[in-house]
């Protein structure tokens, strides 16, 4: 029997190794509204589409990790172990990638997921520290080993950027890892700087829209990729970001004091989930 689920689709946008530092130049200082604009998304933004996807009783879609669109094609992670490659404009199932093992094209658990426009490719990042790589068939072609762990990854001219290094309550937030397919090479960009915090965002910390932002947790500037360098593009004036060195550290020794003093106090620490329009900027934070 069939059930229908509906996506709801937003357009709002449109082995060398290499060290280059975050760019140095003045960001942009952007001030955030105080009070939320509760009719703001209805007055700048109109729904480009809604997608009915088709569902049987072998092919049931929940907990919607990431969507990633190209062109005709929707790709869809669902939960940590399924890749739904679905129709754009039917709505109907085309390719299922859920093979669970450590076996050549398998994982026990999906990371993150890309398209690869120029090859027509589907990419997955899984927790063997391997970019698995299939064509839009389902079929799997080959794998890269990572060799380390990170939170996103995308795709972009070609290029796999891989970010946010993982290493127990520390991250690298300010380092771009990028493996171009074509060429079957590796470089880094970006600084080594080391952040301690092991509270991570629900929110995508690097989103690949009209250029590749990224961002770091208690830092407010928003960075994007560009010119082959990461750039601190703009910093926010939050009036709700007072995080002190104290409470900084206590998001280590005791995260649950932490969490206290960020729910009562309503306290910004972390920005997510960056999209660039024509003439805005839209993000989340940790605060609703």
């Not at 709801?8 to 760019?23: A, E, N, P, Q, Y």
């Not at 060799?147 to 070609?158: I, L, P, W």
């Not at 771009?176 to 952040?195: A, C, P, S």
């Not at 990729?225 to 998001?251: G, N, V």
Request: charged content about 25%.
């Amino acid at each position: 029997m069939l059930k229908n689920i509906v996506l709801l689709s937003i357009l709002m946008l449109s082995s060398c190794s290499t060290d280059r530092k975050v760019s140095d130049k003045v960001s942009i200082m952007l001030d955030v509204p105080v009070s939320p604009i509760k009719t703001y998304f209805k007055e700048h933004f109109d729904f480009e589409s809604f997608i009915a996807i088709e569902t049987t009783d072998s092919f049931l879609v929940s907990d919607i990790k990431k969507i990633v669109r190209s062109d005709d094609n929707i790709l869809l992670l669902s939960g940590n172990r399924s890749v739904f490659l679905i129709d754009a404009h039917s709505g109907k199932l085309k390719v299922c990638i859920d093979k669970c093992g450590n076996g050549p094209g398998e994982s026990k658990r999906i990371i993150d997921i890309a398209f690869n426009e120029e090859l027509g490719q589907i990419l997955l990042y899984n927790d063997f520290y391997k970019l698995l790589v299939f064509d839009l068939k389902g079929d799997f072609l080959s794998e890269v080993k990572v060799g380390e762990m990170y939170e996103n990854v995308t795709c972009r001219r070609g290029e796999v950027l891989f970010y946010n290094k993982l290493n127990g309550y520390s991250c690298y937030p300010y380092m771009l890892k990028i493996y171009n397919l074509k060429n079957k090479t590796w470089r880094t960009v970006g600084d080594d700087i080391k952040i301690d915090f092991p509270i991570r965002s629900r929110g995508l910390q690097m989103v690949n829209s009209k250029r590749v932002w990224f961002n770091a947790p208690l830092d407010y500037k928003l960075y994007c990729f560009e010119d082959d360098t990461p750039a601190a593009h703009y910093r926010l004036d939050i009036s709700m970001a007072k995080l002190s060195d104290d409470l900084i550290k206590k998001s280590i020794s005791d995260p649950q004091t932490f969490f206290n003093e960020v729910s009562m106090g309503k306290i910004v620490y972390s920005l997510n989930s960056l999209r660039e329009t024509e003439n805005f900027l839209i993000f989340h934070s940790n605060q609703t």
